[in-house]
C-alpha cells in the first residue's frame, strides 16, 4: 500500500480538470512552496513539499501517465507496478532528467513549460524574478549574468539596446512587454531588467492604472475627457452623477504580454476636485446646494 500524497489533492484539482486548470494550479503551488520563500525549520518541509508537487505535476501534465495513475495509483510507477510492467519507472532519471518540468529543453509546442515561457531557456529564472536569489537545485552550468534597466515606455514597447557582452559589442533586441524583475534567457547569458517608474502609469502585471481628476461639475452633469493611453490619447466619456473613485476599464489598451501577446488592460480612476478656495459667488452656490441636501 503506497504511502504517498495523492497527485490531485496535492495540486488541489480533480481528475475532470483540464490541462491548463492543472497547469495553473501546479504554478501556483510551486511558487507557494518554493524553498526560496522558507527560511529556517521550514525549508526542509519546503523541499520535501516542492519535491511532491513536481512528481504529481508530471504525472497529471502527461496523458498516458494520468491515465495509469487513475487507473492503478502510485502502484502504477513503481517497479513492478500494474502500470509499469516493461516501460520502466518515469521517475528514473530524477529531477532533472528527460520528462522532469525541471529540465532545461523546453520547447514552444506539445507539453512545453508550465509556465508558458518561450523566453526563459530556464524555469527557475521565473523563480529568481519572485526570490531574487539562485535556486538551490540549480546544477546546470552558470553563465554570464547582466542588468539593464529601462524606461518605463522602453519596457512596454520594446527596444534593442548596445551592450559589451565578454568583450564584444552585440546588439540584444528586448521584447515588448517585459516588467521588473524579468530576466531574460538568451543562450549564452542572461538579462535582468529593472525598469524607471512612470510620471503617471502604473502597472501592475500586464494592467495599467492611471487617475484623472475631474471638476465637480462634471461629476454632476457629466462630460468627455482626454485620457492618455499607452499608445495614444483618446476621448472618455463621464456619465452624469460619477462618485469620487470610479473606475472605468479600458479594453486590450494595457501592455501586450512578452508570451502569449495578448495585451491587459487600462483602468482610469476617476477623482473629483475640491477646490481649497472658493470665490463668494461659489460659496454661496455651495450653500444654496447644502441646503436642498446636496
Excluded: C
Excluded at 524574478?129 to 512596454?156: C, D, K, T
Excluded at 510620471?199 to 461639475?217: A, H, L, Q
Amino acid at each position: 500500500m503506497s504511502t504517498k500524497n495523492d497527485y490531485y489533492d496535492l495540486l488541489g484539482v480533480t481528475k475532470s480538470s483540464s490541462t491548463q486548470e492543472i497547469k495553473n494550479a501546479y504554478r501556483k503551488k510551486a511558487l507557494e512552496w518554493h524553498p526560496d520563500r522558507h527560511q529556517g525549520t521550514d525549508k526542509e518541509e519546503a523541499e520535501r513539499k516542492f519535491k511532491e508537487i513536481n512528481e504529481a505535476y508530471q504525472i497529471l501534465s502527461d496523458p498516458s501517465k494520468k491515465s495509469a495513475y487513475d487507473n492503478y495509483g502510485h502502484d502504477a510507477f513503481s517497479p513492478g507496478g500494474m502500470g509499469n510492467r516493461g516501460g520502466g519507472n518515469p521517475f528514473a532519471g530524477g529531477f532533472g532528467g528527460q520528462g522532469s518540468p525541471f529540465s532545461y529543453t523546453w520547447s514552444s509546442g506539445g507539453g512545453g513549460s508550465p509556465f508558458g515561457n518561450t523566453d526563459f531557456g530556464d524555469p527557475f529564472d521565473i523563480f529568481e524574478s519572485f526570490f531574487g536569489g539562485g535556486s538551490p537545485f540549480r546544477q546546470a552550468r552558470q553563465i554570464p549574468r547582466y542588468s539593464v534597466r529601462l524606461e518605463f515606455m522602453e519596457a512596454v514597447n520594446g527596444v534593442e539596446k548596445e551592450f559589451n557582452i565578454e568583450g564584444s559589442r552585440r546588439k540584444i533586441k528586448i521584447p515588448a512587454g517585459v516588467d521588473e524583475g524579468t530576466k531574460i534567457n538568451f543562450g549564452d547569458f542572461t538579462l535582468s531588467v529593472n525598469v524607471a517608474p512612470h510620471e503617471f502609469f502604473e502597472r501592475d502585471g500586464d494592467d495599467i492604472y492611471i487617475n484623472v481628476t475631474i471638476p465637480y461639475s462634471m461629476a454632476v452633469f457629466g462630460g468627455t475627457i482626454k485620457v492618455p493611453t499607452i499608445d495614444d490619447e483618446i476621448k472618455l466619456k463621464v456619465r452624469v452623477g460619477t462618485g469620487a473613485g470610479t473606475m472605468i476599464r479600458l479594453k486590450s489598451k494595457g501592455v501586450t504580454n512578452p508570451h502569449h501577446k495578448q495585451r491587459g488592460d487600462q483602468y482610469v480612476k476617476l477623482n473629483i476636485l475640491v477646490p481649497e478656495k472658493l470665490t463668494r459667488t461659489q460659496k454661496r452656490m455651495i450653500d444654496d446646494l447644502k441646503e436642498e441636501g446636496l
